[in-house]
Each structure stands twice: as C-alpha cells, then as structure tokens.
C-alpha cells in the first residue's frame, strides 16, 4: 500500500526567506510524485511532478523539487517566497490510484 | 483546452435533504475523481468513476453516491444530508485510470454548506 506523510501541517516564514515543505512516502511499487497548490476557496493546482529522470525538478511559480528514492521524500522549495504564496500545499503520490498527503499550510508574513 | 468545470460553485441546504454536484471533466479525459475537503479531515477521497464503471470507492457512506455518463460527465450524489457534510467537493479528471502515472486536473470544487 502507498501512503504520503507531509511532517508539518502548518509552516510560518517571512517575506522572502526560504522554504522548504517536508514530503515522505511509501510505496511497494515505483510511484510518480506531485505537489499541488490550493488558494483559497479554489480547486488544486499543479506545481510540479517528478516522472523520471532529473532528481531536482522545476515547477511554477519558482518552485522546485527534489525526489530521494533512498529517503523516500520529495520535499518542495522555494528561495525566497512571496504573500502571494500563502496557501496549502499537497503532496501526491500515483501508482495505480492517487495518495494525497494531508496538506501544509505555508503562511507568509510580511 | 477548457478545464474542468464543476457546477455549482456554491451549495445552501438544510439537513435531510439530497443534493446532486455535477463535474464535466476535460475533453478526451475518461476518468472521474471526486473528494471531500474539510478543515478536520483534509482531502478524503469519495470515488473514482472511468468508462461509465466505479473503480474505487473511499470509505464513506452509502449515502454518497456517484455516476458517470456516457460523455465522461459526472454527478455526485448525497441524500439525507447532515452538517457534517458542509464541505469542499472536488471533482478531478485524468486521461485513464489504474496506472501508474495518471496525472490528475482539478475543477473548483462546489462550496456546499448544509444548515
């Protein structure tokens, strides 16, 4: 069975600082990896997935992020944030269904 | 390509009566997800329709229920509604379904609150 751990439900930063939004799994079978954003009262938006290859991979808005199959993670970046960043983010994981982490919710203050 | 598009956006009722969500998924797209989003529970998976056929099914009860027309729209389904079904219900398609990459499209969900 497959399942997706996001370590912080809640990450507070300031304006410009970095992030990083933890992302684990587990997973008998290889699986594909996604991130998606949710602002508020909106559906889920796709930020990046990770289907083979590079490691490292780039989404929108700036973000990225790093697959470590020996750590099982895949957590999400961003150098420097901005307000327009506060939102809940998703990990996912497809194997033959989708796995959804229960969210992080990133605030930015100013 | 339109999106997926979920209608309506907003949902009033009062406890007991029934409520029917529909979800048109993107064109060529054959597979159906819904889930409901609260603040306590998060993103629970409802079901997962594909080629008119529920796939999947979360653990909900039998008062949800779904289907899956010909032209891939979707309807959900809730009787007897109760205040703990005031929720976000999200509707998301992808290409095909039961394999391993299935990349998923989410509408805008329907806002429903029930008093």
């Known amino acids: 069975a497959q399942s997706v751990t996001q370590l912080d439900s809640q990450v507070p930063v300031f304006e410009e600082a970095p992030v990083e939004l933890r992302c684990n799994y587990s997973?008998?079978?290889?699986?594909?990896l996604f991130w998606y954003v949710q602002y508020p009262n909106q559906g889920l938006q796709l930020l990046l997935k990770y289907l083979s290859g590079s490691t490292l991979v780039k989404g929108i808005n700036g973000f990225e992020a790093e697959f470590n199959k020996s750590q099982t993670s895949f957590h999400l970046r961003k150098p420097s944030v901005h307000i327009s960043d506060t939102a809940e983010y998703f990990c996912?994981?497809?194997?033959?269904?989708?796995?959804f982490g229960s969210g992080t919710k990133l605030n930015v203050k100013p | 390509k339109a999106g997926v598009t979920q209608t309506p956006r907003y949902l009033i009722k009062t406890r007991g009566q029934q409520v029917t969500l529909s979800c048109s998924p993107i064109?060529?797209?054959?597979?159906v997800s819904w889930y409901q989003q609260t603040p306590g529970q998060g993103l629970q998976f409802l079901f997962e329709?594909?080629?008119?056929?529920?796939?999947n099914k979360g653990n909900f009860p039998g008062r949800f229920s779904g289907r899956q027309f010909s032209n891939s729209r979707s309807e959900m389904n809730v009787s007897t509604l109760e205040l703990g079904d005031s929720a976000l219900y999200l509707c998301?398609?992808?290409?095909?379904?039961?394999?391993?990459?299935?990349?998923?499209?989410f509408g805008p969900g329907t806002r429903l609150t029930v008093l």
């Open positions: 329709y594909f080629s008119e056929t529920q796939r």
């Open positions: 998301a398609s992808s290409r095909v379904a039961g394999v391993a990459y299935n990349e998923q499209f």
């Open positions: 997973s008998s079978v290889s699986v594909y």
């Open positions: 996912a994981v497809s194997a033959n269904k989708f796995y």
């Open positions: 064109s060529g797209h054959r597979s």
